[in-house]
């Protein structure tokens, strides 16, 4: 079936430092692939995506390229700042079998940025 | 992209009782979903809501324990019943916009059974 793997948090960093996510996932077909972030006390926000191979996701500084070869999807942001401090999941719409257009999540990472 | 209303945002029950969820959207969807977010959890999906029939659950939710309405495209309720501290969690309700958009979730809804 489909699946989604992140890497295992909690990740803390200071300011200004160097962020990697890592995902990948399984899948049937070409998925289109997501990142949400949810902060303290909120409900999810969608943060990038991709539909198809090779694309870059971006936003807030954050990117994300779909790399089909190594299937995955990993998170990066040149210079994280304490507001970043949220959960990060990645997901992903199933393009089809049974599940078609339902979305499977990581498990999801918890970011803390200090000052 | 649409914009969901979630109500309520939270609220505290007693067990044995039961919570109704609602959610609206400010234009018409095909597709709502309801999620449940476990404490330190990721999102499982519970259901799809469909429009005019029987909503579709996923494997180990049921309709007697989380009966969904969908009277039209742009509203949605989620009945958490017959509550247990198990069901204490973040409820959210979220939509699909098309073939090649992400989802948009609501700010959902933080239930502590005691």
């Known amino acids: 079936g489909n699946s989604v793997t992140q890497m295992e948090g909690p990740v803390t960093l200071s300011e200004e430092a160097f962020l990697t996510i890592n995902c990948t996932y399984t899948a049937t077909g070409y998925p289109s692939l997501f990142w949400y972030v949810q902060y303290p006390g909120e409900g999810l926000q969608l943060l990038l995506k991709?539909?198809?191979?090779?694309d870059k996701g971006s936003n807030k500084g954050f990117e994300a390229t779909y790399r089909k070869e190594t299937t995955s999807f990993h998170l990066e942001k040149g210079s994280v700042q304490v507001s970043d401090s949220a959960v990060y999941f990645c997901?992903?719409?199933?393009?089809?079998?049974?599940?078609?257009?339902?979305?499977?999540f990581g498990q999801g990472t918890i970011l803390t940025v200090h000052p | 992209s649409a914009v969901i209303s979630q109500k309520p945002s939270r609220d505290i029950c007693q067990r044995g009782t039961s919570l109704t969820i609602q959610c609206q959207v400010d234009?018409?969807?095909?597709?709502m979903f309801w999620y449940r977010q476990q404490p330190g959890q990721s999102l499982t999906l519970i259901a799809t809501?469909?429009?005019?029939?029987?909503?579709?659950?996923e494997s180990g939710f049921v309709i007697d324990k989380f009966p969904i309405s969908r009277p039209n495209l742009t509203f949605s309720t989620l009945t958490v019943s017959n509550m247990s501290p198990e069901d204490s969690s973040i409820y959210l309700c979220s939509v699909r916009e098309g073939a090649g958009y992400g989802y948009t979730f609501g700010s959902g809804t933080r239930l502590t059974v005691v």
């Open positions: 991709a539909t198809k191979a090779d």
């Open positions: 234009s018409q969807v095909t597709m």
């Open positions: 809501a469909n429009q005019g029939s029987e909503a579709t659950y």
């Open positions: 997901a992903l719409i199933n393009a089809g079998g049974t599940s078609y257009g339902k979305l499977t």
